[in-house]
DNA sequence: TGGTGGCGTTAACGGCGATACGTCCTACAG
DNA sequence: CTGTAGGACGTATCGCCGTTAACGCCACCA
């Protein structure tokens, strides 16, 4: 094995272990049964391992997930990544504080392919007309609520008596501040559509921008078309 | 000034100003023209001079916001608590910080203040038959949601563009799933008003628990609303 | 064969949280 | 007023941590 995943694997087996979701390199480095230096040779810093610690954890996760993802629903899709965003912080308590909770000044990685992929269910939803909202400004509430629940769920585990009904509860409030209901509405109004329709054509033509307009303004076109789904 | 509030001014000082949201006790006991020892005899820990410095500056906080704070509209409270948590980590980041994520053993006492504020007016809510769940549900859906959009905006400020407005949004999320609207029900359905007379009527009994129900009666009394309230 | 550059170790530095111990100031009995 | 006891304070120190300088080893290439 790797010099490099074998430190890794040390970290992530200590990470995991400490109850105190703090790690020590020279803990690590005997774990590893290397000296210090080579940690530091492989990852400049304590902060690049943990960050690269949390990356290797996530991907972990993010394996066994990607298999059979898309459904035909992309809300059901939403509502599924929710529940395992929450799974994941439950089962990974001290990779999850790492990824969003203390001052690692860049960002693990993990963090935005998570909100990639939020995106990307998101812009699903807006093609499918199921979103009354541009897909940046629906992932920006989804993630501080779904982090919020995992992470309050995580750090004051004492308060939530029922952790399921809790994170089902907000999901929906979210959900339903974010989509249109399942069922098509039979008349479409004459009001209130223009931000669902504003936000499936934006999807649509983020999907496929083979279309006549140049690039900057397909681009205006974009930002105007959030703000008319975001009005 | 007595030397405990001296440490503890020098410790939300150089607090406030750390840029790593961490403070070293040398710094404080040097700040503060004191020994080592009398800090650990003051506070016995790290963790407990910093539990002391949250809880004072929360204090602080709350003393400007005590005045004239009950409205007449309840449901109007809430947003207006919603708003003062989001600015109060916007303006303290280090301060909620530490509130929030980390590892302290002992929750600050000022989160356990802040739950309760958050629980009383939900159950002014309640009483004006304005909640939709339980008081005791509603705080455990406000909260992560809103502790949350407050945690996201300190530690991802770029993702941010408008947090105004992500803030609002989730927030009339929220509301809109724990409270019902504004104007009342003009025919009051058979259906589907369980719940907000369960969350009232159990408002009013907390309130004024003189009863002719014994005291666990009363108790189990509440326990059943809370259940059809939520249901 | 003699560089040469990655990879590893030993040893050390400075800073941290925490504490043992001597010293000094204060308060009170005579 | 004076002597003494007790508690508060500062000095020096310990052990742990993150980090790095200096050096040794070994495979590869001309």
Redesign the interface.
């Known amino acids: 094995m790797d010099t490099r995943t074998r430190i890794l694997h040390a970290a992530a087996d200590l990470l995991a272990r400490s109850p105190?979701?703090?790690v020590s390199t020279r803990a690590v480095c005997e774990a590893a049964g290397v000296g210090a230096p080579v940690l530091y040779r492989q990852f400049g810093d304590k902060e690049g391992l943990l960050s690269a610690v949390v990356d290797f954890g996530f991907e972990q996760y993010l394996a066994g997930k990607r298999a059979a993802k898309p459904s035909n629903d992309p809300v059901r899709d939403l509502r599924d990544g929710w529940n395992n965003h929450v799974a994941f912080a439950l089962e990974n308590p001290n990779f999850y504080?790492l990824m969003?909770?203390?001052?690692l000044s860049a960002?693990p990685g993990a963090?935005a392919e998570a909100?990639g992929l939020l995106l990307a269910v998101l812009e699903r939803c807006a093609a499918a007309g199921r979103l009354r909202?541009s897909p940046e400004?629906a992932a920006?509430?989804v993630?501080?609520?779904?982090?919020?629940?995992a992470?309050?769920?995580i750090?004051?585990p004492a308060?939530?008596s029922d952790a399921a009904?809790?994170s089902a509860?907000?999901r929906?409030?979210?959900v339903?501040?974010?989509t249109t209901p399942d069922e098509p509405p039979r008349t479409p109004r004459p009001d209130g559509e223009v931000s669902v329709l504003a936000a499936s054509l934006g999807a649509v033509l983020r999907a496929a921008p083979a279309s006549p307009l140049s690039g900057t303004e397909t681009a205006l076109l974009l930002e105007w078309l959030a703000r008319l789904a975001?009005a």
Chains 1, 2 share one sequence.
């Open positions: 105190e979701a703090d504080r969003y909770s203390p001052g960002p963090a909100h909202v400004l920006q509430m993630m501080p609520a779904n982090a919020g629940v992470l309050l769920l750090t004051r308060i939530y009904e809790v509860r907000v929906e409030a979210i339903t501040a974010v975001d």
